[in-house]
């Protein structure tokens, strides 16, 4: 019988269409709670706070956005990206049903299409993957695109049916918690000064605090959401890459950062969409994570009591943009913009945010 | 709008008999009680065998009451020293009704005094901060002062309202847990050999073990206790101070100490009290510590089955205290005493403890 | 009175027959599981998916084996080998009754033999200790050998009553749980295409990835099962000593090559013994780990659903055997076989795992 272990799916291995259904699904515990908030600083209080949980409707703490967007994501890599080369970036990414400790969460992915790259022996592929609960309501979907090494570089395979990605989540399609009841939020809860009302398109916020980020802490977050990806944690094989060394996982990244944006947006209740997202540089550890919000657009979801916001949360490496000097793009030798190299992450999402009374 | 995030307090922003609502109530999980644990070492079962606890009168494992403390401290720092140059000291801490699993922690605090500093551009705050359980029972109440910065260095306020602080905290006001019943008190789970009556003030328990202490756990403790000070995370900013570098949150100097102690005082049933507690010299990644105990006093608490130890806990650095020579003061250049540059911690407590029977 | 704090038992100590009841016993929780999974990259679907354990006919996830191993061994340390020069091999490791997240674990010892060493002041110890849960159902035994300092080294105690250990364990003590119902095994959701069938005698499967291992997790795994050997921790008094550094607890590293293992066994439904086990070099935080895996036999429980494998499970450091030349065993300059000195595990243990329907 062949090697029984597997090494993960190359280029060739994407048809359009494939349907995979991805192995070991997880049950969300209260450990897993505390270990996001102790490795992420998260202080949004839906998560760590029954009473305003239940004050809003719900049945207790709901499970941060970002755990199970992590959650669905790792499940997907040993299928998707085990070998990726790089995580090139997400679309049309819309949060479900709310999560609970004790749900257990699967995911499920199709191949949306693919493009051989020109050099590299490499290719993009795009892939939509979804996250249900037991119940097999939708907790999460979303499309991203990889990059991954063909089997066989030096085979054209002339593959190129890449896919059209929205460019935002339509709002029609952004889940507002059917059981979400705004009507006792208080504010003396989140510390929050600012409503939906309060925010303005073209605005910035700087959220202050800096963290750095240490290996311990990153390979303890990818691994608790079982995320395999060698590139997190394989120290001895990446001595001969490009950096040399681990990189950071993009979504711990994101994951603090959105943890720091909660100075300057506490009354937020929930992630409803990311439109786009980038990581823009390799982040590693011993490096102090920052981050900015631009608000780009203001959603009126046609009811009273919430409405949505759509933000840009820039990440920041090394450099603290409320005080320094801090390019967002610039031109590289070639004459081509590019994001500045302490630009770590460019996030494009939506969230939900109670309207002033 | 003004900026929508907050830069924490400065002096004048603290009038005296001023009143704060912490933010971001906390819902204590499993998963705290494990990375406490994980990150402290501690070992007292009461907070981790739940048939223990069960036999002492409580529904299960309580809540470490120093997870208690930390948590309700975190609550208030970022309206009270998310900026502060140091945290002073403590007094009349009072340990209150047992948490549990499941149970939510508020904190609230009211402006004692403030007096400016001679120099510096800073001033000293003093707090009470009190948390309160779901029901409104107090769980802890505790005296700080901190010392912070002036919003204007160079105006003087002349404010000088510092009030007085107890000594200790007195007898009357200790809480023993309604419900502890120590009848079937096991000491072969604790392992102890020793009762109220066998300790003598005078006596000093060395605690023998000695543990280092990483960034990525100092970083996650602070960060499960969602306590934001700059100086436990900020790299990037502290290069340019007076240690260029991280330092300890000094309430897991104490956690780790504590745990320490358990060598030497397993019979030790909760915290009551802290009378007096100062963090005399910063701790840093890789610094291993040490700790040993003093008993200063025995309290009888007018009943049969337990009584109070009044200990002084002391936390060494990078010395073993046992088995090295360690001063605790020594005379500085200017013939003023200060504490040994080894000596972290000291901490003046109060513990319950069955007698013999 | 004498010292309070104890500070671990010599040589002299163990008296054959010895009976030891240890102290502080553990409830398992939410929050231990995922530390686990955050800690040891661990993913087997019996451990963390609720709806698979259910669908074998347990009440939900049940706690890792090897987490119950390591809380039992633990709770030894402090009576048994809190000062051990070297933990040198395991016998009879048996796993017993599933244990789930409330249960609460304590665990007893007796000593079986001893003989002193020839030279360096040492002794081996050879001890049983059992695990059980709340109800009295043993959920682990063992047998471990443990090299030991005497209290007066230069005083001969003539001791050498060493018991034989068996080779391995006998099938009829293997412990299958009695609810296992494999009728709905879904291999989907492990993602095992491999059965008891289709593995042979002789056959290596290479686990394909690798983890590095930092200070704080290890540190962070020992104190999560309340391992308080002063060797993990120490580093102070660790800087005079043989390797100068903190050496990474054994059964960590046992955790990561066995969570490294689901890639070409994960069909594997529980350990149901350790026949024996070398910590055939010690491991340092920095090192990254990889594991192979070579089936030794097969061995026919006598029942249609399952059977069971006994594997030998290699971890190796700094160095991918998968695409590197790694030898196994070497003949040192004294013409004696001695392990290579990248392997640092060599566990011989069998498995529970379904035939093919």
Redesign the interface.
Known sequence: ?A?????GNYFEDFTTGLEI???????V???????Y?????D?Y?LH?????ARSLGFQ??TVNDLLVFHTVFGKSV?DISLNAVANLGYADVRFGVPVY??D?ISAHSTILGRRESSSGGTGVVWVHTTGRN?RGDEVLSFIRWVLVNRREPDVATGVDDAPQTPANVAPEALVVPSQLDLTNFNA???????WWD???PG?R????????I????H???A??Y?N?A?AH?????LKGTRFGR?VIYGGHVISVARALSF????NVVRILAFNAGTHSNPTFA?D?L?AWTDVIEKIDLGRPDAGALRLRLVGVK???PATEEQSFRVTGDNGRERYHENVVLDLDYTVLIPKAR
Chains 1, 2, 3 share one sequence.
């Open positions: 019988m090697d029984k272990s597997t090494i259904e991805h192995s070991v699904p997880r049950t515990t209260e450990g897993d709670q505390s270990l908030i102790a490795l992420t600083a202080r209080p760590c706070d029954a009473e305003f207790r703490e040993p400790v004790g257990t037991q003396t809860i989140t510390g929050g000064r600012a309060d925010y303005e605005e916020i700087h959220h202050i605090e800096g963290v750095a240490e290996e311990a802490e390979q303890m977050a691994r608790l079982q395999t060698r944690f394989n120290a001895h094989a681990r100075n300057g947006l506490e011993g102090t920052f090394n450099a603290d």
